[in-house]
Structure formats: C-alpha cells, structure tokens
T-cell receptor
Framework: AQSVTQPDIHITVSEGASLELRCNYS??????LFWYVQSPGQGLQLLLK??????LVQGIKGFEAEFKRSQSSFNLRKPSVHWSDAAEYFC???????????FGTGTRLTVIP | NAGVTQTPKFQVLKTGQSMTLQCAQD?????MYWYRQDPGMGLRLIYY???????DKGEVPNGYNVSRLNKREFSLRLESAAPSQTSVYFC????????????FGPGTRLTVT
C-alpha cells in the first residue's frame, strides 16, 4: 500500500545535540517530499521541500533533509538543536499524478536542557 | 497580514448538534483546504477548494460539507456532529492548486460528547 511512514513517535534530545528524524515512503514513483513543523498550539509551517535535483535540501530554521532514492527516505537533520525546536514534525508527500498532500503520523521532539 | 485565521478556537458540541467552522485567508490564495488531525494519524484532508466556486472531496469527507463563500473564506459544516468527529481541525491555503506550500491556520479543537 502507498504510504508515508515516520517510525519514531517521540524523540528526546539534549539541547545542542544533533537531530535526525526519519521519513520513509512507499510509492511506485518518487513523490514530492516535504517536512512541516507544528509548534505547540500552532498550525503547521513548511520547513523544506524536495521536488528534484540536489538530494540535500536546505530549509528554514537551520534544518536540512537528504533524499535517498535507494532507501526511499527523506530524513530531516539539524546539527545542533535549540530548545525552541521542541515541536511535532510531519513528513508529507504529494504522489506522482496527485495534487494533495499526504501526511505521516508525526514525530514529537522534546528538547531537554 | 494575519495569514490564515480560524474561528472558533475551541468548541464543545453534543451529539447531533450542528456547527460551522470558519476560515479566512488574506494572502489572495486561490486554493483552500480543510484537514482534521487525530492522535497517531497525522493530518487527513477532508475537503478542498482549488479555486473560488469549486469544492472537492478529500480522504475523509463523510459527515462534512463545505462552502467556498468567496476567495477569502472557506467554511466547514458539521450537520449532525458525532463523537468520531472529535478532532483538531486545520484550515490551510496555497497560492495555486499545485503549489504545495500550504499555509495553516492555528486550528479549532472540537469535542463532541
């Protein structure tokens, strides 16, 4: 079945540590790929997107993501996490031939001092 | 420039009651969307409006109706609320139907008892 999977429901990291959030997709053709962030009590905000080209994508707030076709993955990374990064992160896709976003179930990030 | 606004922020309904969730955007976007967010399920598209005067079903349209009142406003109506409709509802907009950067409102938390 076609799907987008975020294997980690909840991740805790220390402030200043590096971060990697996983996203895997299962579609016949590579979809468009996105990461959104939802801060507590807020709506979602786009962090970055991948359509084609360079497989390392830079986003806002110091985030980046790497597309790996062989692993059907689009993992989100940040070298040094700040307390303000505590939020829920959603991977999303637009499958080829579709126009709608399909979201993963989200990963909640807790940052400890 | 308020972006996407939603009213109300919170609502409690009894089973069988009706209500309308309001959404407005001031970014002159053509496309608007309604999602629901449930724990462990990410966001799922209820309805969307690609442009003023058009509406289409998303993944989970049953029990809902929408109205694209004008370019700015897109409302979601629950005619006869059910406990299964307890959720957080997000409205979003994008410049065009295929422009996947969507801008989200802060959400409406709805509880149906």
């Amino acid at each position: 079945a076609q799907s987008v999977t975020q294997p980690d429901i909840h991740i805790t990291v220390s402030e200043g540590a590096s971060l990697e959030l996983r996203c895997n997709y299962s579609y016949g053709a590579t979809p468009y790929l996105f990461w959104y962030v939802q801060s507590p009590g807020q709506g979602l905000q786009l962090l970055l997107k991948y359509f084609s080209g360079d497989t390392l994508v830079q986003g806002i707030k110091g985030f980046e993501a790497e597309f790996k076709r062989s692993q059907s993955s689009f993992n989100l990374r940040k070298p040094s996490v700040h307390w303000s990064d505590a939020a829920e992160y959603f991977c999303a896709v637009v499958p080829v031939g579709a126009n709608n976003l399909f979201f993963g179930t989200g990963t909640r990030l807790t940052v400890i001092p | 420039n308020a972006g996407v606004t939603q009213t109300p922020k919170f609502q409690v309904l009894k089973t069988g009651q009706s209500m309308t969730l309001q959404c407005a955007q001031d970014m002159n976007h053509n496309s608007m969307y309604w999602y629901r967010q449930d724990p462990g399920m990410g966001l799922r598209l209820i309805y969307y409006s690609a442009s003023e005067g058009t509406t289409d079903k998303g993944e989970v349209p049953n029990g809902y109706n929408v109205s694209r009142l004008n370019k700015r406003e897109f409302s979601l109506r629950l005619e006869s609320a059910a406990p299964s409709q307890t959720s957080v509802y997000f409205c979003a907009s994008s410049e065009l139907r295929g422009a996947y950067e969507q801008y989200f409102g802060p959400g409406t938390r709805l509880t149906v008892t």
